[in-house]
């Protein structure tokens, strides 16, 4: 009877033993990519690349989700402003088309896009953003707007229209940080 005691005692402390043991053992996932897959972009870091589909799209990504506004995304790209459109805001982002940038002349969006003129693409594009969210209605009884690029731009209204640096407001899109205005032109700040 001791004996069957003694293995019986023996049997309970070795199982014991053996769940204690693995109750901190942390699994590994033996299905890891390749070691060129787990380098990280040192630019595609930051807000702008957090992939979140369950709340309300910001500026950038309704910019990214409109056909309409293909340069402009590629313009933001290329200035690397993209966590500058994603933060909490409210911002105000004047949208141009496509079509507004197709307007400047010939050769002025692919040099703008060339990374030697970084700067100077940044600094036109921050001239489309300014902080706070105001209604068509506010904007129509407001004459200037402070813009990202520390210079500020006029806002006109002609009949129902408004016009924030000379370009028409056509449309705007509610983000989870501000609001977008499509605009028909690029605004180009005083200097330019």
Do not use: W
Not at 27 to 56: C, L, M, Y
Not at 107 to 123: I, R, S
Request: charged letters at 20%; a negative charge.
């Amino acid at each position: 009877m001791k004996t069957t005691n003694l293995k019986f005692l023996v049997g309970s402390f070795l199982m014991l033993l053996f769940i204690c043991s693995c109750k901190g053992e942390t699994k590994t996932d033996t299905t890891s990519e390749p070691a060129a897959t787990e380098a990280v972009d040192a630019q595609n870091k930051g807000q702008a690349f957090i992939e979140d589909d369950g709340s309300r799209p910001n500026v950038l990504q309704i910019a990214i989700g409109s056909p309409d506004h293909t340069t402009l995304v590629a313009a933001v790209q290329a200035a690397g402003l993209e966590n500058s459109l994603v933060n909490a805001g409210p911002l105000m982002v004047f949208a141009p088309t496509n079509a507004a940038f197709d307007a400047l002349p010939a050769g002025t969006v692919e040099n703008l896009l060339k990374p030697e003129n970084k700067d100077a693409l940044a600094h036109i594009l921050k001239h489309h953003v300014t902080a706070g969210n105001y209604t068509m209605d506010l904007m129509k009884k407001i004459k200037k707007l402070g813009q990202a690029s520390d210079l500020s731009t006029t806002v006109e209204v002609k009949g129902e229209d408004i016009y924030v640096g000379g370009a028409k407001i056509i449309g705007s899109v509610d983000a989870g940080n501000g609001t977008v205005y499509v605009v028909d032109k690029v605004i180009l700040p005083p200097s330019e």
